[in-house]
């Protein structure tokens, strides 16, 4: 069974920094597009950032331009998502997901079919 682990989220100040890693199970990922979404309560999911299988590709939704780096280590198959200079309205559930393919959007939801449960970020002012 195909599973998402992520893990480093928690309660940090404005202006402070989170590193989120997810790790794969049940199979290696290293030739999958990975990518990070997030969703605040009563909001819809966002796209964050997404990396191709190789890292030779990385994608960023606009809020997050510029503060957030997705990376990943094939060798240890995890990803990374080092978010720096988080703002209060950066608080949301993180998701890791995967695709087996490069999505013809990166930027979609619908694009991944698989999915970790989440970490919880919460910035506060």
């Known amino acids: 069974q195909v599973q998402l682990v992520e893990s480093g989220g928690g309660l940090v100040q404005a202006g402070g920094s989170l590193r989120l890693s997810c790790a794969p199970s049940g199979r290696t990922f290293s030739t999958y597009a990975m990518g990070w979404l997030r969703q605040a309560p009563v909001m819809e999911r966002e796209f964050v950032a997404a990396i191709s299988w190789s890292g030779g590709n990385t994608y960023y939704g606009d809020s997050v331009k510029g503060r957030f780096t997705v990376s990943r280590d094939n060798g240890k198959n995890k990803v990374y998502l080092l978010m720096d200079d988080l703002k209060p309205e950066d608080t949301a559930n993180y998701y890791c997901?995967?695709?087996?393919?490069?999505?013809?959007?990166?930027?979609?939801?619908?694009?991944?079919?698989?999915w970790g449960q989440g970490t919880q970020v919460t910035v506060s002012s």
């Open positions: 997901a995967a695709d087996r393919k490069n999505p013809s959007n990166w930027y979609k939801s619908y694009e991944y079919n698989y």
